[in-house]
């Protein structure tokens, strides 16, 4: 056995910390449950990954070199996993949703592989390992599990293509977890992107990374899950939009009546209640509000006022903010402060709405009203 060293006390805090996230993570209440489901049987197999790692690097004997092959499964449950994850957590009435059982047929392909290698004796699995006889099927292996991780990978981002492109038409501020959701995606497009790098290198020209290689990439993208699982238990849950998005006509969806009455009803929500200034408004809230459905009032702002939700209800907060500013609020209060009250619950979509109606940014307006 080899000595102890940095990397393995990394691992015995992963290992630990994933187990506490999975069983902690199932104890929240009314919130993702669904999700988090798969984030717990996703986190304990990074927390199987690891161990993994850990009996590669510092156990390493044929016999448990024979067992390390059952723990690699993990790499043909990880793609399905997150996108049956990014599924619930993010689109309604998928609290249950389960992809169809050949989605793990790979990985029952590897358990098979798995039972055969471990049939074979110390002795006999050695020497086939010497003799390069397991180089092809650790070739075909590895490579088909570079291209499913990245199908799944891509099924993601068309999820979260899908989800951002709704967003804007049901809520009106901006969501965190999205946001980090976002930045998983990125971060494991960049684990798998080296590890097919490596896995070229190897395999084509017999030269290895070690930093970007199988062992250091898997073991940094388990880490990382445990950081979507903090992540998860601080943060709210996400608005879930409708998976199947209804299919409106583009001729009128209301009599001219019902459109001028509902137009009305709006405008005295905004100008009189200023609905507004509710940081978490959605499209639902508006449409109880207004005693429609949420269909009438996405294809009203779309087609008559041509323009989604989000960017309605942060252009009233913007007006409303610029009134305070005409009454010199800013003099003793922060332009975030004032950027709050009117119903932003973040500095950057404050300044990016900001900027989208001014064409400036909050600090460079008051500057100009000042020289004026």
């Known amino acids: 056995m080899k000595s102890f060293e940095f990397i393995d006390l990394i691992l015995f805090l992963g290992i630990s910390q994933g187990i506490f996230l999975a069983v902690t993570i199932q104890m929240i209440r009314n919130r993702n449950k669904g999700a988090n489901k798969i ?12 161990l993994g790692r850990l009996v590669y690097f ?12 059952l723990v690699d499964t993990v790499i043909f449950i990880f793609g399905p996993l997150c996108y049956e994850y990014f599924r619930r957590i993010a689109f309604a009435n998928n609290d249950t949703f389960k992809l169809p059982k050949i989605h793990y047929l790979l990985a029952l392909l590897h358990f098979l592989f798995f039972c055969y290698t471990i049939s074979l004796s110390e002795e006999i699995f050695s020497k086939k390992m010497n003799s390069g006889f397991f180089r092809i099927p650790f070739f075909v292996i590895e490579g088909v599990g570079v291209i499913a991780n990245f199908y799944y990978w891509i099924l993601n981002f068309k999820l979260l293509k899908k ?34 790098i490596n896995y070229i290198a190897i395999y084509f020209f017999n ?138 619950n973040s500095k950057s979509t404050f300044n990016k709405a900001f900027k989208l109606e001014m064409n400036t940014t909050p600090s460079n307006y008051i500057k100009g009203l000042k020289a004026a």
């Open 39 to 50: 984030l717990s049987l996703v986190l304990l197999l990074a927390v199987l990954m690891l």
């Open 163 to 196: 989800y951002i492109k709704e967003e804007k038409n049901a809520v009106s501020y901006h969501q965190n977890l999205l946001s980090f959701l976002k930045f998983f995606q990125i971060a494991v497009g960049v684990f798998l992107m080296m590890w097919a």
């Open 207 to 344: 030269h290895s990374i070690q930093f970007i290689g199988y062992n250091s990439m898997w073991g940094a993208i388990s880490i990382f899950i445990f950081v979507v699982g903090y992540y998860s238990l601080k943060e709210p849950e996400l608005f879930r939009m409708p998976f199947q998005k209804e299919k409106v006509k583009l001729s009128k969806r209301l009599p001219q009546d019902e459109i001028i009455s509902l137009g009305k009803k709006l405008d005295d929500l905004i100008k009189k209640e200023k609905i507004f200034l509710k940081p978490d408004l959605t499209l639902r809230d508006l449409a109880i509000r207004l005693n429609t459905s949420s269909h009438n009032v996405s294809w009203y702002l779309n087609t008559i006022l041509r323009i989604n939700f989000y960017d309605y209800i942060n252009r009233n907060r913007v007006l409303e903010f610029l009134k305070r500013i005409e009454k010199e609020e800013h003099l003793n209060h922060t332009i975030l402060a004032i950027a709050m009250e009117v119903g932003f």
């Open 58 to 69: 510092k156990f390493l004997t044929p016999r448990f070199l024979q067992w390390t092959v």
